[in-house]
């Protein structure tokens, strides 16, 4: 499966911006989704996560309240909404595909199969 990430951009500090990954290839209602991000000289880092039919979610601390991530199936899309952005949440953001079922697994980059060419995300002050 392609993935394409998309709707980056700067925005100023409590901004929102909606990000979405498109997938193409295979139907996106086979794998499990998330969102990861990598900031200038950090580690990627997981980000938020979604189960096949959308009835599950979680996120890493420091964006609980504050990202929404969502899947629409039959657009073959996933879309993370952030809201109150920070200058911390600065980074290119990647969205991945893979059949991960639960647990800490979710925050495991490596255990998934399938990643997209990431958005830059860039939050003013």
């Known amino acids: 499966v392609q993935l394409q990430a998309s709707g980056g951009g700067l925005v100023q500090v409590g901004d929102s911006l909606r990000l979405s990954c498109a997938a193409s290839?295979?139907?996106?209602?086979?794998?499990?989704m998330a969102w990861f991000r990598q900031a200038p000289g950090k580690e990627r880092e997981f980000v938020a996560f979604i189960n096949w039919s959308g009835s599950f979610s979680t996120y890493t601390d420091s964006v609980k309240g504050r990202f929404t991530i969502s899947r629409d199936n039959a657009k073959n899309t996933v879309y993370l909404q952030m809201i109150s952005l920070k200058p911390e949440d600065t980074a290119v953001y990647y969205c991945a595909a893979g059949r991960i079922s639960g647990g800490d697994s979710v925050t495991m980059g490596a255990l998934y199969n399938y990643w997209g060419l990431g958005t830059l995300v860039t939050v003013s002050s």
């Open positions: 290839g295979r139907t996106l209602s086979s794998y499990t």
